[in-house]
């Protein structure tokens, strides 16, 4: 399996909002950890169905560890960010590692390819976190499991579909275990062709030892892609911020 233990991510699943407040609260989320050192970019994924599970998805990188969220040890300042967070939403937030793409190359930090910037998202969640021959069978066999496979050669050409990413969750917080992001280069989020092979997605036999499996295309606006206040970092050697 492919990856990196060099980069480590936020996966956030935002399923209640308050619409009012959502966007600032997320702002200031953002803005406090784009001090940390550690901080690549983050992005907000708004889920283009509005009777979707969840309404957004956050996806944020870092080049380390340091960041309370992974550690288990917030400031009073995240404590604070956290308590005005779950008063008024409902969101399932996790620490991830990228363990597996199609290409056996690391996607991330992974920003869209251009401003229009759709994607496929997928969220696997395990009744028991602490199965091990369940995320073995899963991650043995993920490109058919997880829809991968489907979604290579099943879209139709002009969706653009490339890379796909495996996310698995490393933090104890109960959650969401895996997530596969799948990049449509080729459309906007007016496209009809890929809310029709959505369709087809979401109808996708997934193994029935997950408890439940959630299937959406999202759009990265981009005024809600933040990187650092100190400016966009230099990625190492084999990474790159638009594979």
């Known amino acids: 399996m492919a990856g990196t233990a060099k980069f480590y991510y936020v996966w ?9 407040g959502f966007l600032g609260n ?12 550690d901080f690549i970019v983050t992005q907000l994924h708004r889920n283009l169905n509005p009777d979707g599970t969840f309404k957004y998805v956050n996806f944020a ?3 380390g560890l340091d960041f309370e969220l992974f550690k ?6 995240w ?4 308590k005005e967070t779950t008063s008024i939403h409902v969101n399932y937030p996790g620490g991830f590692t990228e363990v597996a793409t199609n290409t056996g190359k690391p996607l991330g930090p992974w920003l869209p ?3 229009k910037g759709i994607f496929f998202v997928i969220s696997f969640k395990a009744a028991d976190e602490n199965d091990a021959k369940l995320q073995e069978t899963f991650e043995k066999d993920w ?11 099943k879209a139709p050409k002009d969706l653009g579909i490339s890379h796909l990413g495996l996310y698995k969750k490393f933090t104890k917080r109960p ?8 990049e449509l280069k080729g459309v906007g989020e007016d496209s009809e062709a890929a809310r029709s092979f959505l369709s087809q997605l979401k109808a996708f036999k997934f193994p029935d030892y997950f408890e439940r499996v959630d299937t959406d295309l999202y759009r990265d606006d981009p005024e809600n892609i933040l990187f650092p206040h100190a400016g966009k970092k230099d990625l190492p050697e084999g990474h790159s911020y638009k594979p």
Not at 12 to 20: D, H, S, V, W
């Open 72 to 77: 288990g040890e917030p400031s009073e300042t």
């Open 113 to 115: 390819n251009d401003d």
């Open 79 to 82: 404590k604070r960010l956290m």
């Open 175 to 182: 959650g969401l275990l895996y997530v596969l992001r799948a």
């Open 26 to 37: 997320w702002l200031a989320t953002g803005n406090y950890v784009r001090n940390n050192k």
């Open 12 to 20: 956030n699943f935002f399923e209640k909002i308050t619409p009012a």
């Open 61 to 63: 990188a870092f080049d």
């Open 143 to 153: 490109m058919e499991s997880s829809g991968a496979n489907f979604i290579l050669q």
